[in-house]
């Protein structure tokens, strides 16, 4: 008996000393930015981010992934992902439901760092995309099927003057065609490009609905309309519901942060250091 616990004892020693040796490896700034703080260059590790449940239809893969890199043939760095080694791949499917439109749809995003925030002061939104040949041929070919692309979507308060019963909408980004296919894009800049709409009661009362988009400009002001602030309740990507799509996002940028998507989490990046 004794023998065998000098032996445990021995034992506990080596595996407190080991994981001793262990923690004094790890750098200071890997262990700063897993526990969310910064890592002194302008970086912190982002929570709070994944699958938005509420916004899932179907079977669609939101995943944090490494690559893609390509494809064939493309060299240089739109042959990357834009920032470190990952991405948010996104994968959909057309007609696999028995909803009405049969098809999926899913948000990753954050329900938790945006809340509250004032959807007037956002300045800055956009991110990079890989695209596919593909999937331009999934939307239908020709322009409209170009324009298959991943979303940018707020889920907001509108607090319209107009419409003060109506305090939910998602405040939807929709991008022009990628300028490049097979590899990754440039910055999409959603101030300046593509078009927005509202869903639901505040689509129709500011006339930016998905029938009828707006610039980013002229959504804000339809949303100043003399009512109370609106707010953000949730930021995310998404894709659906309309064609099947499989490709990824990286780089969302969000006024003063670009949030990097890598296999072993998101981290938001300070936009003047990138």
Known sequence: MNARLGMSKKLAIVATT??????SAIPAS???SASGHTDGGGTTAAHHWGVITRNTIGSP?????????GSFGVQGASARPPFGQGSLGIEVSDRSTSLTPPSEKVDFGNEVD???????????????VFQTSENIAYGGGGATGAKNMPNIRFEIDPNLASAPASNYSTMVWAPDASPVTNQWSPYLDATTTGVWFLTGTAGVDTGCSQSTPCTFQQLK???????????IYTAAVGKGRDFMWSGAVDGLRINKKIYDFEAGGVIARNASST
């Open 18 to 23: 080991l994981a001793a040796i262990t923690m």
């Open 30 to 32: 890997a262990s700063a």
């Open 61 to 69: 893969v939101a995943a944090l992934r490494s690559g893609p890199y």
């Open 114 to 128: 945006f809340y509250g925030n004032r959807v007037l002061d956002l300045r800055q939104v956009g991110f990079r």
């Open 221 to 231: 002001t339809a949303l100043n309309d003399g009512g109370s602030t609106p707010t």
